[in-house]
């Protein structure tokens, strides 16, 4: 068994067929219980505690995602592999209400602005309609406690014959866009939140690193620190370098790039900074019209992260360094942060 357990944990196959490796590992546990039990007749002493414990762990899980949520707006972003999704919870549990309540941030927002889950965290989404038994990890951009809404987004994988689960869930924007009829209201299960929440109060430098479907992760918080610093409600610096792939991506964030465009582009002084890369070779008035619709200047190429974030050398541990994407974006965004040494956070789908 162990042979077929380092096999199915490879890489290529937890990514690829996961429920192949999660099945197997189930069914591997199961059987290894069982055999051990039976072969040693003590061996109930310290097989139950654990069990037990697991199948707690279970019914708790199983009933946080019993809550009731429904799909209310599909709409495809700029950038046509990614889809946003806006989900309306009918059930928020009195635990949610009180972590709410007590979020640092959110007491520094009016009732209409106050978010229903803190910066950071993530949910595990099945979708019955597209897959019964899909559990798919997904980033809350953005959450709204009086509406009780939440805003994902599905980014579509580079290429496939479309019956992958978020294939499958982003077509349902096609369908709308085509006039077929799509059940807005279509039920969902999420499972969560988990992660932990971005906490900064120790920093007087926070720098945000994202690439791909990363600023998902980050772009809701940014935006908050964003407003606060208009407003003049803070004085930590936030820095944000934000990679991708096809510039489109930009113009779904085209109002929070303007109120940074308006307030600190051209302040010597400004505690923001946003610098924007991309990597498809695009037309030239392509560009061109991007910029002049965020108001913000484009660089072709990756950038190099040691030249962009040297800045940070001699500040220390009061730099926070958090980072969002491929894994070797997080690597490189590692390497630097350590080299001048600030402090590290990366965001993970772990339990």
């Known amino acids: 068994m162990i042979p077929v357990f380092i096999v199915l944990s490879s890489s290529r196959v937890r990514r690829g067929y996961y429920w192949l490796f999660y099945g197997a590992h189930i069914i591997g546990a199961f059987v290894t219980v069982t055999l ?13 505690p654990p069990v037990i414990l697991y199948v707690v762990d279970q019914l708790l899980l199983m009933v946080k995602s019993t809550r009731i949520a429904h799909v209310t707006k599909v709409c495809r972003l700029p950038d046509p592999r990614y889809v946003k999704l806006t989900v309306r919870m009918d059930e928020v549990f009195k635990s949610e209400h009180y972590e709410a309540s007590m979020d640092v941030y959110n007491k520094s927002l009016n009732g209409r602005r106050k978010k229903l889950f803190a910066f950071g965290q993530f949910f595990w989404m099945c979708v019955p309609s ?35 689960w ?14 077929v009829v ?33 600023f998902v992760s980050y772009i809701s918080f940014f935006s908050y620190m964003l407003r606060r610093a208009i407003k003049e409600e803070t004085q930590i610096s936030v820095d944000l370098v934000w990679l991708c792939k096809d510039p489109k991506i930009y113009m779904a964030f085209q109002a929070i ?61 009061f730099t926070l360094v958090m980072a969002s994407g491929p894994p070797a974006l997080l690597e490189s965004t590692q390497k630097v942060a350590v080299r001048f040494g600030a402090h590290y956070r990366e965001e993970s789908f772990v339990l």
């Open 257 to 317: 790039l303007r109120e940074y465009s308006a307030r600190f582009d051209n302040d010597p002084e400004r505690l923001f900074d946003i610098r924007l890369f991309y990597t498809q070779r695009v037309a030239p008035a392509e560009v061109s019209e991007i910029e002049s619709s965020i108001k913000l200047s484009l660089e072709f190429g990756r950038p190099n992260l040691v030249k962009e974030l040297s800045y940070i050398e001699g500040l220390g541990t």
């Open 182 to 214: 799509c059940d807005k209201m279509m039920e969902l299960k999420l499972d969560g939140p988990y992660g932990e929440p971005i906490v900064i109060d120790a920093y007087r430098k926070i720098l945000m690193v994202v690439g791909g479907a990363g």
């Open 166 to 179: 978020s294939e499958r869930v982003c077509a349902l924007s096609e369908k709308e866009k085509k006039g």
């Open 36 to 48: 051990v039990v039976w072969h040693a007749s003590s061996a109930w002493y310290y097989v139950i």
């Open 130 to 164: 597209i897959s019964p038994f899909q559990w798919h990890p997904l980033c809350v951009v953005d959450s709204s406690l009086s509406k009780r809404e939440c805003t994902f987004v599905v980014q579509a994988p580079k290429a496939g014959d479309g019956s992958s």
